[in-house]
């Protein structure tokens, strides 16, 4: 294995061969930038598995780069090269003390899957049951955790108009080498599959492999071997008899339930992700899950209530409310950019609102305030979007957010309106009483303070101490006018009163300053472009 600064010397050569510097010089920001974007992908995949991995996390947080590089990053397939079956042996005997053959009856040397991160071999129980193997790359885990921390080393060098683009480098990279220790840890995505299928016991359209825990530790999971239709094959689809349309409405519903009634979903539903199985979707590989605290799967709900009444003024405010603030917020400007945002919508229907520009325009609006949305919030963006190209691929006329509204109407996990209790009720119509009886004197209160003469108006102004110098600029020019006016005018009458005597001299300095004093503030007021 290369030591740290061969790895970085790579790194860096590599990302520029594919104009990284550009990148630096750029912003993100050429005529060229879908070709800048694709070219990072390209370095990512030259790097090797653990790149390639990088790019993957990166591709679920839309809030960290432009749409176009998460675009590009959601590119990178999960494919490598195989690594010896050799390896497998070794690992597994490492990992429990036991040889393949003490455990399985046979295990197919070919793998049917290698990926950056695992390989997956199927095989048979010596008690029968078909099962699959996943099994580590060997030396993965400090490959990829080595080049996070020295690709955050080459980002955090970067001129500071590259790491302006990101709410929090530190941060971000952080949550990636985080994301990326718990996915690297098999015994996470084991208990996964038992907590997903206990969730989704009830449902008959879906289900998960069942893991066997005995066998599934950091670097190896043995879990059911499922046969079936794999990456939602089309022909296959047809000629199998399933009805694309029932498939794709199956899917919103399941993840609707998946967020709404469980928080806890599958966080990369695309379909390699996807078996279809006896007239079931399976969903495999669960290294990444999101799991949606309370406060964000209420806001949801109530974002869920927003879209039923197609109230997107609403919909948008709740959105932006979750954004944690990382910097002080210009008031002003972050109104007239939510207003915008908002006329972007205003004449559209649910239906039309295109589910990935959606989310791309909320992250754009929230990255440009230095906001952070939550986690949780940025991977179910993720999912939900992901899941709209997966439906517009298997039925087209589908809308996720029409069925989104159908779901909420006619789920008992989800209540239209606010519930109400019996006692919140008598506490609100005790206040309501209240209120009502002390209004008049409230009233009238009010009307003697302004009879008195001491009735005070508190306004809050945007720009405040901007505008009060402009106020301040005003009122002096105004009183520089009159004192200007005020010594012509003294001086017309010394001049008047020293007739008889001959012209004073003290009336003619007056009245050349008053001029030198009037022509200033004219020319003041010309170069303001106020006139």
Do not use: C
Request: avoid cysteine.
């Amino acid at each position: 294995m290369k030591n740290n600064r061969e790895r970085l010397r790579e790194i860096a050569s590599v990302l520029a061969s594919y104009g990284f510097g550009h990148i630096y010089r750029t912003r993100l920001r050429t005529k060229h930038k879908e070709q800048d974007a694709r070219n990072l992908r390209l370095a990512f995949e030259e790097l090797g598995p653990s790149f390639i991995k990088i790019g993957q996390i990166i591709s679920t947080r839309q809030d960290l780069l432009p749409p176009s590089y998460i675009n590009e990053m959601s590119k990178l397939r999960d494919d490598a090269p195989p690594f010896p079956f050799s390896e497998i042996s070794r690992i597994f005997h490492e990992e429990f003390k036991e040889s393949l053959s003490d455990v399985f009856e046979w295990v197919d040397e070919k793998p049917i899957a290698s990926a950056s991160v695992a390989q997956v071999h199927k095989a048979k129980l010596l008690t029968g049951e078909d099962v699959v193997i996943k099994v580590q790359r060997p030396e993965i885990e400090e490959n990829l955790l080595r080049d996070i921390k020295l690709f955050s080393r080459i980002v955090s060098m970067a001129p500071e108009t590259v790491k302006e683009m990101l709410v929090d480098v530190e941060a971000a990279f952080k949550e990636i080498e985080e994301t990326t220790k718990r996915e690297l840890d098999f015994r996470n995505e084991g208990q996964a599959l038992v907590k997903f299928k206990q969730l989704n016991k009830q449902n008959d359209a879906v289900s998960v492999p069942s893991p066997y825990l005995p066998y599934t530790s950091k670097r190896v999971l043995v879990e059911d071997y499922v046969g079936g239709i794999r990456s939602l094959n089309l022909q296959q689809i047809r000629e199998e008899g399933y009805v694309k349309k029932d498939i794709a409405e199956k899917l919103v519903f399941s993840i609707l339930s998946q967020v709404f009634k469980d928080g806890y979903f599958h966080g990369d539903p695309h379909p390699g992700n996807i078996i279809l199985s006896d007239n079931k979707i399976v969903f495999i590989d669960f290294g990444i899950i999101g799991e949606l605290s309370e406060a964000v799967k209420k806001d949801l709900i109530k974002m869920m209530r927003a879209i039923v009444f197609e109230d997107i003024d609403q919909l948008m405010n709740l959105l932006l409310q979750m954004a944690i603030t990382k910097e002080k917020v210009d008031r002003f400007e972050f109104s007239e950019d939510l207003d915008d945002f908002y006329q972007s919508y205003i004449s559209k229907s649910f239906g039309q609102i295109d589910l990935s520009s959606f989310f791309s325009d909320v992250l754009h609006v929230t990255r440009k305030y230095k906001m952070v949305m939550p986690n949780d919030f940025i991977l179910l963006a993720k999912s939900l979007t992901i899941l709209e190209g997966v439906v517009t691929e298997l039925h087209p006329d589908i809308n996720i957010l029409e069925i989104a509204s159908d779901y909420i109407k006619s789920s008992d996990d989800i209540e239209i309106f606010e519930s109400f209790s019996s006692a919140k009720v008598k506490m609100s119509t005790y206040q309501l009483a209240m209120d009502s009886i002390k209004f008049p004197s409230a009233l009238k209160r009010a009307l003697d303070t302004v009879n008195n003469g001491r009735l005070m108006l508190h306004i809050d102004l945007v720009h405040f101490d901007e505008k009060w110098r402009e106020v301040n600029k005003m009122v002096n020019r105004l009183v520089f006018a009159v004192i200007i006016a005020a010594l012509i005018l003294a001086s017309a009458i010394i001049f008047v009163m020293a007739e008889a005597a001959g012209v004073s001299l003290f009336a003619i300095i007056i009245f050349i300053g008053a001029g030198v004093m009037g022509l200033w503030l004219l020319i003041s007021i010309i170069k303001s472009g106020t006139l």
